[in-house]
């Protein structure tokens, strides 16, 4: 069975940092697509970044590019987001997701193509 475990959210202030970690099990990330997404309230869930094809490509959602870089440690299986300069319009749930196979830069930046899900991880950004 396939599980996603996220952690590391938490309050930070603006221009602070967090790292989320997505532990996988059940499926080898270095193999498959990993996308971070995330809620904020009162909105849909918009794709962060994606990793995939043994780590060698990323792509970032423009609003975190520069400022957010997504990596994987395959001896952890365990997929990390850093993020760096954070803003009060980061604040959301974090989720990870975990998609079978290498997806298009089309389809791995759109949550319907993901088939599992972890439980998610709150972000605060205050300032």
């Known amino acids: 069975q396939v599980q996603l475990v996220e952690s590391g959210g938490g309050s930070v202030q603006v221009g602070g940092s967090l790292r989320l970690s997505c532990a996988v099990s059940?499926?080898?990330?270095?193999?498959?697509?990993t996308g971070w997404f995330r809620r904020a309230p009162g909105k849909d869930r918009e794709f962060v970044a994606y990793i995939s094809n043994e780590g060698r490509d990323t792509y970032y959602a423009e609003s975190v590019k520069g400022r957010f870089t997504v990596s994987g440690d395959n001896a952890e299986n365990t997929v990390y987001l850093q993020m760096n300069s954070l803003k009060s319009e980061d604040t959301a749930v974090y989720y990870c997701?975990?998609?079978?196979?290498?997806?298009?830069?089309?389809?791995?930046?759109?949550?319907?193509?993901?088939?599992?899900w972890g439980q998610g991880t709150q972000v605060t950004v205050s300032s």
């Open positions: 997701g975990s998609a079978n196979g290498l997806l298009s830069a089309f389809t791995a930046t759109r949550s319907p193509f993901y088939d599992y």
């Open positions: 059940g499926r080898t990330f270095r193999s498959d697509t």
